[in-house]
């Protein structure tokens, strides 16, 4: 870093050589760099005003306010040639008030259809985004906002690349969510007298309101869809097609009917699909040690077990004690080593709480023979210590010794046997045998179909023990049915141990109660029959991120098949019809096809009001009194999984496979995953090309956001401000939208009120960007353009940089990475331009002549960096872009001839590959000058400080370098072909003399440093007052003031400028 020398003594002390003093500095400028050009984004802090949003405080605005200072001394002079100042102008105001000005935009927007308009309009493909339906149930929350926001990005951009972009938004409408509100607000009278079409009727109407509320706020956030036409999946049409795409997997023989165990939730009285169910921290439930006494053993383990026999038992260990009644089978892990181990008491002790809950002395107490129990072999130390005996092995195994013997059912006393299970059988902990229940859970269900065990379910749709649990029947089994099939066990001395074991454990995700497995009749779609070529399918998708695939991947091989039934109301029916006497369901492709006929034109509310007779194709209608009407729903993730099909297949304009999802990652279990089933059985191919995927919103901290933590943060009230305006301001649909665009959504993204002050900050640079552009193009027309050869080198460089940015920003909008383009965007706007170029070009502008080649060559680099601009920042923040083209002070016309009314009439354009062409030396040369003119400035900042000058137009700097190449370069950029390329005009100063030796001046420069640039040069810098008087129009300092008789106040430059304009009467009069 330059180090710049301060006088130890004043200036009026001379004697002291600064320059010696800055040698003994030069250790520190070794390490040079322009690094305060290069601060990570959110350091800024800029100060904004008025006219100058950007420039550093002590800068030079001479013109401006000289002609501010209206009531002051010089007034008189000033007066003389404000007229000749272009101060910058525009209708487009600094604060956005965007509570006002935002809906005015949509409202123009949708007068004008502008969405659609330019959709049509537009020549390049189709570009679809499948919108995954919201449920339609509450208010919006951040996780709505952000994934809507993100997808309107995307829709804008496509648009501005000349797609044409279709966006249908969707709802998700049925399911048990909407059914319990809906029998929530009735009393137990009005419950009682219900029927299902009234339940349906109330649930349709509260689905529809909501919707109305969730689209309202949607289109708040500035989204673009077509609103007036969405997809609800309550709609017939949608409805129909849902049937269709059930018809086309049960016809390809996907869909059966099962008595398999599923996740049941009593609370809900229903099956639930593994989405639907959520696993809270700390669940805990009672786990018991039994045994099952032995009576049989097979002819393998004859001799090994025979001396044994008569007093043999199988340890086992379940925690889920209520599924014993239901036992039918013990498992082993034919590959795992078992032992046969005698049971002996351990002396007493008193300080071992073990003694107490270890049920098994009290079994050796009322043995007169020495129990023996087998258990895998790897356990034994570690059950002898839970279980506080002693356990010696008299015998090992194998466990496919084990199969075939048999034991006593500890409950009916039914003979059951061993059998080989999988995997799932380890020593992590248990026994090493598995109790087997088949009616209770996945694992043993597929035991049970190997070994044609019975697939008992003695347990009601409440959880509460049926007959077939003899004794239990009635109690509950998450409650007292538990407790008193424990109590029966140590009752009958089958009971080892039972103590608490804290778990996952599956809970119902709406009623937050714990479910369980239960053997029901249910309809299966069979994933085993597609689930490859689903594999495949997903191979084909672009997954982004990446790590998305592993996911989905893993999710799909691991999953059992889709219980796609449910016995509630609110739904789309599965449209079978079932035989009185035999039970057989009937379902064939000609009775779906009428069924599908009905539910397109009267909805599904027909399978409740309409007669077999009705609903029956006509040759089964004399059987109609045979049938039965099924009464089961679908699962909603089948509704919402069927929308490719109802929506992209059935749609004018709209195919398969769309071209984006994006929804948030829990979705790969649930819509990305439905919707590729389905897709996959009916037509063997994704329904998506591309998948996106977001993380969840949290809070500032990183927490998860709830009522009780008072972390919410509302969409609304971030758009429209909360009820305290000084902590909860409304920041507008447009900050939303940029803190969407901020965040790296493919993880779990942050905010919070530090956050989005920051987000409102950074939206006032744009916006102060776009002001300036249209403040100083207020007398702008596109035909006073200067051809690109005729610019300056500044401008030309100005070019390049915008063109490389634009370039940077459009591939990253092709690759989805927003927060890429808020972080280029942002450095760009501060460091390019409101610390460079537009610093700079303030003195061009102002009091560089109107009509002049400097200023119209200034202009020309506005206009450009206006339509760049707001092209690029237009998809994320749609109002600020709109509200600036609309204050445009010229009409843009399009190429077809036709005038621009909105910015998004605009397209992006080809690159200009001629503003990208400046040569790699030129490019660098320019980075080299901007690194000087930081070291220069803060040398002149030092000065500053020590009061030498006020403004930096009141000093003149010197440059010395002892490198010939760089020493000739800076000579000729103060003698610069075009003003705005000379040195003084890029630092500001009035003037700057390119020194040939040190010795010339460093006696008499009292401010100086040097620093080593990047490439290495040591540049010295000097700074004293400027030479000559100050001139009264622009306020440099030039030795021409005072040479001019007419005019003994201006320097030769605004000399010249006047002579170009009319004086203004008054103004002469004044003279
Ligand atoms: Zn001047």
């Excluded at 001394?73 to 000749?84: A, F, N, P, W």
């Excluded at 006929?597 to 609903?615: Q, T, V």
Aim: charged share 20%; with cysteine.
């Amino acid at each position: 870093m330059v180090v710049a020398v301060p006088p130890f003594f004043s200036s009026l002390s001379p004697r002291v050589r600064p320059s010696a003093l800055s040698r003994r500095n030069q250790l520190s400028f070794n390490k040079t760099s322009s690094l305060s050009l290069f601060l990570p984004f959110g350091l800024y802090h800029t100060e904004f005003r008025e006219f100058f949003p950007f420039g550093l405080k002590q800068r030079a605005h001479g013109p401006v306010i000289s002609a501010k200072k209206s009531s002051k001394g010089s007034k008189q002079d000033s007066e003389m040639y404000k007229h000749t100042i272009d101060l910058p102008k525009t209708t487009f105001g600094m604060r956005a008030n965007s509570i006002v000005r935002e809906p005015e935009i949509q409202k123009f927007w949708e007068d004008n259809d502008v969405f659609k308009r330019v959709a049509e309009k537009n020549t390049g493909e189709t570009f679809i985004l499948h919108d995954g339906p919201p449920y339609a149930n509450g208010k919006l929350h951040m996780g709505h906002a952000l994934n809507k926001i993100l997808k309107d990005i995307i829709n804008r951009y496509k648009l501005l690349q000349n797609y044409k972009v279709q966006f249908i938004p969707g709802w998700d409408c049925h399911g048990l969510p909407i059914e319990l509100k809906v029998l929530q607000s009735m009393d137990q009278a009005a419950r009682k007298d219900l029927t299902p079409l009234t339940l349906r009727e109330l649930a349709a109407k509260f689905a529809k309101e909501t919707v109305d509320v969730q689209m309202k706020s949607f289109k708040r956030y500035g989204v673009w869809a077509d609103w007036s036409d969405p997809y609800l999946t309550l709609f017939p049409e949608y409805e129909a097609a849902q049937i269709e795409v059930f018809g086309q997997m049960a016809t390809k023989g996907y869909i059966y009917r099962g008595r398999k165990p599923v996740h049941w939730s009593p609370s809900s009285h229903t099956a639930l699909a593994e989405a639907e169910l959520e696993y809270p921290d700390g669940h805990v439930s009672k786990s018991i040690y039994a045994i099952f006494k032995m009576v049989s053993t097979s002819s393998i383990s004859h001799d090994v077990l025979k001396e044994f026999l008569s007093n043999l038992c199988l340890a086992i260990w379940t925690t889920t004690p209520w599924t014993i009644p239901a036992n039918a089978a013990v498992a082993v892990n034919p590959g795992l080593v078992y032992a046969v181990a005698e049971v002996h008491s351990v002396i007493e002790d008193t300080s071992s709480s073990l003694g107490k809950r270890t049920k098994l002395r009290s079994i050796l107490k009322n043995e007169e023979k020495k129990p023996f129990i087998i258990i895998a072999s790897d356990l034994v130390p570690a059950l002898e210590s839970k279980w506080g005996v002693k356990l010696v092995i008299k015998k090992t195994f194998l466990g496919a010794a084990l199969e075939n013997c048999r034991y006593l059912h500890p409950l009916d006393g039914k003979e059951c046997p061993v059998v080989m299970g999988g995997d799932y059988i380890n020593t992590e902990s248990g026994t090493g045998l598995v109790h087997t229940a088949p009616g209770h859970g996945l694992e043993d269900y597929m035991t049970g179909l190997k070994y044609g065990l019975s697939i008992l379910s003695p347990v009601d749709d409440s959880g509460n023990f049926t007959e077939e649990a003899g004794q239990f029947n009635g109690l509950n089994v998450l409650g007292d049915g538990n407790v008193a099939v424990v109590k029966y066990l140590d009752d009958n001395m089958l009971l080892i141990l039972e103590e608490p074991y804290k778990h996952k454990y599956p809970y119902d995700w709406r009623t937050k109660k714990p479910t369980i497995f239960r053997a029901t009749e249910q309809w299966f779609a069979s994933v085993v029959g597609f689930r490859q070529a689903a594999m495949d399918a997903i191979n084909m998708v672009n997954w982004i991120p990446p790590q998305a695939e592993n996911r989905i991947n893993a999710m799909t091989a691991s999953r059992s098949d889709w219980c796609i039934s449910r016995q509630r109301i609110w739904g789309v029916p599965i449209p079978v019809f079932y035989h009185v006497d035999t039970k057989e369901p009937l379902i064939t492709e000609e009775t779906i096809s009428h069924i599908k006929a009905i539910i397109s034109k009267k909805g599904s509310d027909a399978w409740w009001y309409m007669s077999n007779e009705e609903l029956l194709p006509e040759k089964f209608r004399s059987n109609a009194s045979k049938y039965q009407k099924g009464t089961d729903t679908m699962d909603v993730w089948f509704d919402s999984g069927s929308s490719w099909a109802a929506v992209l297949g059935k749609r004018e304009g709209l195919s398969l496979p769309a071209d984006l999802y994006l929804e948030g990652t829990d979705q790969h279990r649930g819509w990305f995953q439905s919707s590729l089933l389905t897709s996959v059985a009916t037509t063997g191919k994704p329904p998506y090309s591309c998948v996106v995927t977001h993380g969840f919103v949290l809070d500032e901290k990183g927490l998860k956001m709830s009522k009780s933590l008072g972390n919410v943060v509302d969409p609304e009230i971030i758009i429209s401000g909360g009820l305290n305006i000084k902590d909860e301001p409304s920041y507008g649909a447009d900050v939303l939208r940029l803190w969407v665009s901020s965040v790296d959504y493919t993880g779990d993204v942050l905010i919070g009120p530090q956050i989005l002050r920051q987000m409102s900050d950074v939206y006032r640079k744009f916006r102060g960007t776009l002001r300036y552009l249209l403040s100083n193009l207020h007398d702008w027309n596109p035909g006073n353009s200067i051809a690109y050869d005729d610019l300056p080198k500044i401008d030309q460089h100005a070019m390049f940089q915008l063109e490389n940015v634009v370039k940077i920003v459009e591939d990253c909008y092709d690759k989805y990475q927003f927060y890429k383009i808020f972080q280029i965007l942002q450095r760009f706007a501060i460091v390019d331009l409101s610390n460079f170029y537009f610093d700079i070009a303030k003195d061009r502008l102002y009091v560089g002549g109107s009509g002049s080649f400097t200023r119209r060559s200034c202009q020309t680099v506005l206009a450009a960096h206006f339509f760049s601009i707001i092209r690029m920042i237009a998809p994320i923040m749609p109002h600020l872009a709109e509200d600036a083209w609309q204050n445009l002070p010229f009409e843009h016309v399009l190429d077809n001839g036709s005038v621009a009314r909105s910015v998004f009439d605009l397209r992006w354009s080809d690159l200009n590959e001629r503003w990208l062409s400046m040569p790699a030396s030129d490019a660098d040369f320019w980075t080299s000058i901007l690194e000087l003119r930081n070291e220069v400035n803060k040398v002149l900042e030092v000065a500053r400080g020590e009061k030498l000058i006020g403004s930096s137009l009141e000093a003149k700097v010197y440059l010395h370098t002892s490198d010939a190449a760089t020493n000739s370069r800076l000579q000729e950029m103060c003698g610069a072909m075009h003003e705005a390329d000379s040195l003084h005009r890029i630092f500001i100063t009035s003037q700057v003399e390119v020194l040939r030796c040190l010795d010339e001046v460093s006696q008499t420069v009292q401010y100086n440093g040097s620093y080593i640039s990047q490439a290495n040069i040591e540049i010295w810098i000097g700074v004293s007052l400027a030479d000559g008087l100050k001139c009264e129009r622009c306020w440099n300092y030039s030795s021409n003031v005072g040479m001019f008789s007419e005019h003994p106040t201006l320097c030769s430059r605004c000399f010249t400028v006047i002579g170009d304009i009319q004086p203004l009467k008054a103004s002469a009069q004044v003279c």
